[in-house]
Nanobody, 122 residues
């Protein structure tokens, strides 16, 4: 199986940047699609960004142009660079790994991290 641990969250002001990291351990990391999801209080978990095993990326409309997802195969680490942060980005961010084809769906992922809190003040 794959174990995932997120880090890099914190409290920032609107317009600031953060880089989230997701350290993965386990077998065949390079063959998994990797995704970022977030969940705000009172809301369902929503898709943020994803990167396939081949390097293709996808983003939610709400973060397109501001966030960038990447992965380092040598370090077994997934990243989410977040720029121009807005208060509406406030949420717990989760990284996930899976082999499903629908990257935007929670059901496409088999493994999840514990989450890291991102809070953006206005």
């Amino acid at each position: 199986q794959v174990q995932l641990v997120e880090s890099g969250g914190g409290l920032v002001q609107a317009g600031d940047s953060l880089r989230l990291s997701c350290a993965a351990s386990g077998r065949t990391f390079s063959r998994y699609n990797m995704g970022w999801f977030r969940q705000a209080p009172g809301k369902e978990r929503e898709f943020v960004a994803a990167i396939s095993w081949s390097g293709s990326t996808s983003y939610a409309d709400s973060v397109k142009g501001r966030f960038s997802v990447s992965r380092d195969y040598a370090k077994n680490t997934l990243y989410l660079q977040m720029n121009s942060l807005k208060p509406e980005d406030t949420a717990v961010y989760y990284c996930a790994a899976g082999v499903g084809h629908n990257w935007y769906s929670v059901g496409a992922y088999d493994y999840w991290g514990q989450g890291t809190q991102v809070t953006v003040s206005s």
